[in-house]
DNA sequence: TTGGAATATCGGAAAAAGTCGATATATCTT
DNA sequence: AAGATATATCGACTTTTTCCGATATTCCAA
């Protein structure tokens, strides 16, 4: 786990929102159904790039980010590629701030 | 406190490194003394500038980031300026991540 | 008050990040 | 197999960050 990768990953306004929004879905994401959202696997791009105003590609390379640094799972079912919170990292997160 | 500066400051390896060097100042500066280190208003610029291998006004700048987003204090006397952490917003970080 | 030492600020070149539109890929439906 | 939909990747352009050298400022000492 790279620290710096890990707070530059953070260091952007709507990476940041992401995660919050990850964190309660049902309240960040008004039609979080079945269809694409709901279940424990996440939210789709699409949900997350609407309420972002962002582009499409943009949203995507985000996600992309998040994940590489371990932030987010990212889960393929079908067409979709929900993403979520990983708790463990942001967890470990919290103690490598301590070791600052 | 912004959250996206903060994060931003903090991601970069330098940055990082002397907010931890100035953990333990006694550790990592040889030559830490009355002089231009000691007491606890924290170790001044040169000291800092010579352990990291950029040059003076880089050093300068990267301390000023850190003060900035409250990270570390500073402290003028004289002609040197002592920068040491300032544990208070090290905390505040630490439960901030805590909110993420 | 002049020179030297410590730090700060300015201006710039190069690298990285932000963000987009266009296109590619994967998958589902019919 | 073809078209539609969701996501990913690519290329380009703009903005920000990194880091430097040169210069300015501040303070001390002779």
Chains 1, 2 share one sequence.
């Not at 309240?27 to 105003?53: L, N």
């Not at 640094?69 to 079908?78: F, M, N, P, Y």
Request: proline content about 3%.
């Amino acid at each position: 786990m790279d620290q710096v990768e890990l707070f530059k990953a953070l260091a952007n306004k709507t990476r940041l929102q992401i995660l919050t929004w990850l964190k309660s879905p049902e309240e960040h994401f008004p039609d979080y159904e079945p269809a694409c959202g709901s279940t424990d696997v996440g939210v789709c791009v699409g949900y997350i790039q609407k309420k972002s105003g962002l582009t499409q590609s943009t949203i995507s390379e985000y996600l992309s980010t998040l994940h590489r640094v371990g932030l987010v799972s990212a889960t393929r079912v079908g067409q979709w590629t929900y993403y979520k919170r990983n708790e463990e990292t942001i967890a470990t997160l919290g103690s490598l701030i301590d070791t600052l």
